[in-house]
């Protein structure tokens, strides 16, 4: 006499032998971004030239006193936003990390990358009110940024809507733009 199969456990078994095969699949699937060990610096508190200004963050954040009232106060702040890949090709980790700064009622966000065992940040803007979705590598080097900026005519005080991906790459010791898609 033949045993009985209940169809749910063969379903079991193929989903179990799928999840195996994919992630032998993922684990050959090339080199990592990573390279050279976990990045050993701390960007909550390190300094970042924002448009010209220094500004040295405390536990992932600052206060610039403007005035004598309480809302006299310009604040900059580390996001979660944060990615930890060799992004200049030289085999070290490197850090980026978003940045925003108050400028009036809104704030503009900022593109940071720490090479490894540096002490200096490159910052470029990325924006006033933009929403920054995502960071990742790009496998030509450099950062891919994935965010959500104003369509055009849109004032700034409305919540971002249209969706862009921008790559900024070092150059000449420089993070600069070198691509990307969606809305400029």
């Known amino acids: 006499m033949k045993p ?3 169809g749910s456990s063969s379903r079991i078994a193929a989903a179990i032998a799928t999840f195996c095969l994919a992630a032998g699949a993922a684990g050959c699937s090339g080199p ?6 976990p990045f050993t610096g701390d960007p909550a508190n390190f300094t970042y030239d924002l448009d010209g200004k220094e500004v040295t963050l405390k536990s992932g954040a ?9 809302d006299d106060v310009i604040a900059t702040d580390l996001t979660g936003a944060r990615i930890d890949a060799d992004f200049d090709g030289d085999d070290g ?9 108050d400028a009036g009622p809104l704030k503009v966000h900022y593109l940071a990358v720490i090479r490894g065992g540096s002490s200096d940040a490159m910052t470029v803007s990325l924006g006033k009110n933009v929403l920054v979705k995502n960071l ?19 004032p700034e005080a409305d919540p ?6 921008k790559v900024f790459s070092i150059k000449t010791g420089k993070l600069v733009a070198t691509g990307g898609t969606g809305a400029t």
């Not at 600052?62 to 309480?70: I, L, N, S």
């Open 160 to 165: 971002p809507t249209v969706e862009v991906k």
């Open 136 to 154: 990742a590598p790009d496998p030509k080097g450099g950062v891919i940024v994935t965010m959500l900026v104003h369509d055009k005519d849109v």
């Open 4 to 6: 009985r199969t209940n």
């Open 62 to 70: 600052a206060e610039e006193r403007t005035g004598d009232k309480p």
């Open 32 to 37: 990592s971004h990573v390279k050279g060990g």
């Open 93 to 101: 980790t490197d850090c980026a990390v978003v940045v925003t700064r």
